[in-house]
């Protein structure tokens, strides 16, 4: 039986509990052996082996951290975490002095002065330094005793004592808070076991509740008051994920509680989880970062693990919504995280806790991706670090640690169940394709193909239309308040149109969101090709921006130092800058202009902080700075930070603008020179806050302005209306405005706003071609329309319903018709289309048709087309469904003749049921079988009951059902009965009325037949 098979007969017995419970597990910590001896062999994996070179090199940041005064490592920022990844480095084979920066002798005299000292100064050990607090001290105690446990030997016994005393007495602090806050934990809050998912999810806050309690549960299993705390700690691990409508239509005991009996609600409904306002990936994988410190305290103490780390509530629906995510580094693609982007360390630790303990192929191929960069990353500057780019100075002992954890989990594995082979890439991308609306709280309409991943973001602050061609998160900016396609993230979204296509109903993967502004609309349209298709009204200046990544990061694909760009008027390569963030000089020189007033006014600012300048200096030629004798004024000002200081000369004083004002873009700062001057050049010296596009302008009278240069300039300028970005993304643009190239940032209209539609294909090698193709035309200036691989996109940009007719031009001979009415011409075809206000379309290619001009078509679905020949005579005209077989029609004058491939699904589906979500969701009750496989538009699979079973379809939005219909399997049918509900907690016999949830209740016994499908019908 192979492992994934394997593991799903463990689970579906209730067998992994019991499993990891047996004889089998002798515990990580006893296989170390004392820690005079080594554990024996070396890393038992490639990837293990990456996280124990990382570990080492990781090191020298470590000691550097080290103390000699106090000799240890210090409190602040809970450094003194390090011990975790050092007792690992003491405690297994191949310790490396000259990797480490340190002998390893002294490495073990620091960490165990280190244990020592931090043992005594907690909080539960008499000590006032740490300790005892859930947020955030609870997690560095996990880390702490599991390093105490790994060099327990070496430990004098005050410090054991001392040890047992915080594993012990942490859990009884937290299980007499019961369901109350923790005073000294602030604002972090579970909120009770009721949780709360708006704004907040309580997953990370339940997590660390739970976590609080397992070093106790795992090594101190016989002390008198382990039951409460495991009963607490159960009670916290079953609600960390959840939601009360499949909550309550699960049964399963996990622990010997019901799932039924949770509750919390901490996910929206569509498997989301919310952190500090807006969807943030590296929050949805706390579920398996706090499983995985957990599991490996009860490993390493042999301890049997509780179930409910291995049948996580909700945890496999949670984990769909992060393989839509995944880019190709193993790590969530993150577009509302404005500081969490390649944070590398916190993704380990949960993909390798579902890799090495659940035994999941998927995300063993994930961690084996992201262990691939962590070197390449380690070596980028601030080189030996393992967390950069973003975050805070708790994450590098945080990320230490994890890595620490994470190597133990794979030698845990390879020692009792045998090592995991990942899943292929090709596996894995096939398993992770699909879409997502998760609701306009959220924001988020994702799309993942084999391809590329993109999503259209609602979320206030965040608004953006994201695209990753080859799920490359080094390639386009993303995180935070990064443009994308839209110039800028803080606009507001005055109405959001989501639609999703999915394969199992309409027969492809594929979304469009279309959204209204202030000044007009914008929308993309994702398909399963990896392609996309932005269309604008033209909603601001500059539209259709990308800022790109240009590193020297060797051994990422992509990050060499430098980046091409090629258009038709030529190609560019542009190097890496030095740094990749911080202070810019610009020099900027003019033709000589005689003007009293300078000022830099603002286009585009620094997407956080705005805009803030340590010198604005004014020269003519090489002559002094005029504008040290001027006046400064500016459009606002920080405190302190006042416009004079831009001129006083002083290095260390800068203007910087207001915080309210940050986001502005004409934001200004001007220079009165006092009389009129001559002059031919600025210095502008930027603090971080560097301007990102702004216009230098001068003035006789401080009135009329007249701009002398711009910043910045572009290094490319196309107006043929194609780019190939490094080889790896080729866009075409139909649209007034030039495409510009200037430093890492694309621009595709830059100019005035003005309409635009760009076509984003993943493979760049056809853009030329593609751009120089007929373009598709409407006839109606609201309606955009393209044809992009081969799929027909039609979208309404106005908050008015739209009709008319399409050209699409067609190479003759062969045409694509879609579905609708259409009549072949010479040229092409002619769609007839009508659209609702702000309605967009995507249209798969249903058939294709040899026959002659005039011929008429009408597709009703992908199975069907009513043919209709033109004049007075009989035509033969051949048909091809979408991947089918042709067939030929003879064609009788002026009748139309339905053309029926009785083989070929008839997509769109109109069946509400296929491809929703379903529960129970894993784990599943005894004897029941996945309920999905109702909803599959498969024959061969089907849903088996098991004693009483009863499954729930939540059709994704309140439907008037006019119809439930069951397919079973041959055999004695059980007894059934249908409810509905439009809560999901509240439910009522009947199979018609609104619904959103409707319910299957059977009777099943052994030997009844199984149901193949519920169908759900308006």
Known sequence: MGELNRRKALLGAGGVAAFLASGLLPGVAAAAGTASGRAPGGPPDPVAATYLRVLLRHTRWAEQQFDAAAGIYPAKDFTFAVVLGNALLLTRPGYDETAAGVSEATLKAHTLATIEHFAASNLLTGGTEWGRKLFFDTTFQSYFVLAARLLWTDLDDATRANVERITTEQAAYTTALGDRDDPTSGSWTPNGRKGGFVGDTKLEEMGVYAQSLAPALAWAPKDARAQAWRDAFGT??????????????????VDGVPVSANTATNLYDTFLVENHGSFGPHYQEEL?????????????????????????????????TMLLMTSDAGEPLMPMVADREHLYGRDVIPLAFRAQVLGDRHAARAEADLAARLEPYQAYAPADRITKFSGEPKYEPEARAE???????????????GPLAPATKDEFDTHAAGVADFGAGPGLLAHRSPAAWAATVTKPGFVKFAWQPHHDDWLFVLGGANPMLLPATNVAVRERHATTYEKVRDGFDGTIGVLRFDAGYAALATLPTGAAVYASTGVAESEGVLNVYNLTMPGVPGLDGDRTYTAAEGKVTLKAQAAPTGARTDDLTFASVTARYVRMLGVQPDPTYGY?????????????????AGTASASSASSGKEARYANDGNPATRWAVSTSDRPRADSWLAIDLGTPRVIDRVRLSWEAAAGRKYRVETSPDGATWTAVATYPVPALRSTKGWLDVDGRAGIVVDGPNPVTVTGDRVTLSDGPAAPLV????????????????PRTTTGTPAVRATVTDGFLVLVNLSGAAASGTATLPQDGGAYRLYRGEQTVTRTGTEVSYALAAAEGRIEPPRFTVRGPAGLKAVVRDASRVDLTAPGSLPVVVTVTPEGGRPRPVVLPPRRSVPVVFGDVRPYPLADLALGRTTFPAAPLPPGMSSPAAAVDDDPATAWRPGPNGRLV???????????????????????????????GV?????????????????GWRDGDASLVRISVRT
């Open 758 to 773: 760009a076509e984003l294909y993943p493979d760049p090698a056809n853009a030329p071609k593609l751009a120089g193709r």
């Open 612 to 628: 803030s300048l340590w010198a604005l200096e004014v020269r003519d030629g090489d002559g002094p700075d005029l504008a040290r």
């Open 986 to 1002: 509240t439910y009522r016999t009947a199979g018609t009325g609104p619904a959103r949830y409707v319910a299957v209740r059977t």
């Open 236 to 253: 916290w691990s079953r609600n960390e994920g959840g939601l009360p409508a499949a909550d309550l239509a699960n049964p399963r005991l």
């Open 953 to 983: 379809v939540d059709l994704g939005a309140v439907a008037a059902v006019s119809a439930v219909e069951l397919a079973w399997t041959p055999g004695r049918r059980p007894s059934a009965s249908i409810e509905t509900s439009t809560d």
């Open 288 to 320: 398996w970062r706090t499983s995985g410190r957990n599991a490996m305290h009860f490993l390493a103490a042999g301890t049997p693990l509780p179930e409910v780390l291995t049948a996580q509530p909700n945890g496999e629906l949670l984990w769909r």
């Open 403 to 417: 890595l620490a954890i994470s190597y133990l989990l794979h030698e845990w594995r390879a020692q009792h169940q």
